[in-house]
């Protein structure tokens, strides 16, 4: 009688077990999901704050140095034309300027990119606690059926039902 009992209790543990797994999965996927999903607004808004206001500011102060720098120029007495040093300079100053620019940019993609890639990487993590939960709750409703088969042939060999 006592292993009846344990089989019929057997199989209701292992059918709340595999809710329970798959509750445990889906929560997990959507926990992932929810942080992915913030990591990706989170880049957006870096993305756009970096266009619009960081790069201007920039661009501004680079325009702003080159200025002062072509001033400066103008002050010694020296001829700003081409062919002479300051002139040389001022190139070297816009080519230093652009270089700085384009790794600014490059730098600003590169943190976007991360971003992106680490709520990717969040959000498969979430579907691998979805399919943990998954796979779990079928071992449990394989472990239920068992029970209940094994069951099934106890009554049939006893030749009545073997619960209590």
């Not at 942080?35 to 702003?64: D, G, M």
């Not at 991360?114 to 990487?121: C, E, G, P, R, T």
């Amino acid at each position: 009688m006592e292993d009846g009992k344990n089989l019929q209790m057997s199989f209701i543990g292992n059918i709340a077990a595999a809710q329970t797994a798959k509750t445990l999965g889906k929560y997990g996927e959507d926990v992932a999901y929810t942080e992915a999903e913030y990591i990706r607004k989170k880049a957006a808004i870096r993305e756009k704050v970096y266009n619009q206001i960081e790069r201007s500011r920039f661009l501004e102060q680079q325009e702003e140095t080159y200025s002062n720098f072509f001033v400066s120029a103008l002050r010694t007495g020296a001829e700003y034309r081409e062919g002479t040093t300051p002139f040389f300079v001022g190139i070297k100053n816009r080519t230093n300027q652009m270089l700085d620019l384009a790794l600014s940019d490059y730098n600003n993609k590169v943190i976007v990119n991360d971003m992106i890639n680490q709520s990717l990487l969040i959000q498969a993590r979430g579907a691998g606690e979805r399919l943990k939960g998954d796979l779990t709750a079928r071992a449990n409703y394989m472990a239920a059926a068992g029970s209940l088969l094994t069951m099934g042939y106890k009554s049939y060999d006893q030749g009545r039902l073997v619960i209590t």
